[in-house]
Structure formats: C-alpha cells, structure tokens
C-alpha cells in the first residue's frame, strides 16, 4: 500500500522546473520535496506528497481533513 501525504508548501528554491526544490509542513515536520510535477505550485499551496516528490496540489480544506482523518488513525491504534 501506498500512502502520499499533504502538506503546506513554504518556501521554493532553484530556477530549473525539473530541479526545483520545496520545504513543505507535515503538521510542523519540515521536509523537502521535488516540485517537477507541480510547476504552477505557489508557496502557501497544500501539496499531496508521495515519496518525496509533490504530486498534486489541493484546496486546505482537503488537506486538513486528510490530515485530521490520519491523526484519528493514529489514535485509535
């Protein structure tokens, strides 16, 4: 099973949209990510993220009831 995950997009760097880079919040964890996929991305944008590279933007309702329905998961096991 997979499982790509959304989070806020905060900072972009590099010129190049093939190698363009993106800090992106998991609920405060900060990781980077490719942004090849997703080049009309904008920081502040929520973004489904799946193994490292950001596939897809969403609206913040989504990707905060997506975020909300897997800390419930979290917490029933």
Known sequence: MCLAIPG???SISG????????KVSFGGLV???NLAY???VKVGDYVIVHVGFALSI???QAAQQTLT???Q?????
Request: net charge negative.
């Open 15 to 22: 010129n190049d949209p093939l190698e363009k880079i993106g």
């Open 73 to 77: 998961m979290v917490t029933i096991s």
């Open 58 to 60: 969403v609206d913040e």
């Open 38 to 40: 997703v080049p009309e």
């Open 8 to 10: 806020q997009l905060l």
């Open 31 to 33: 990781k980077e990510v």
């Open 69 to 71: 329905d897997l800390q």
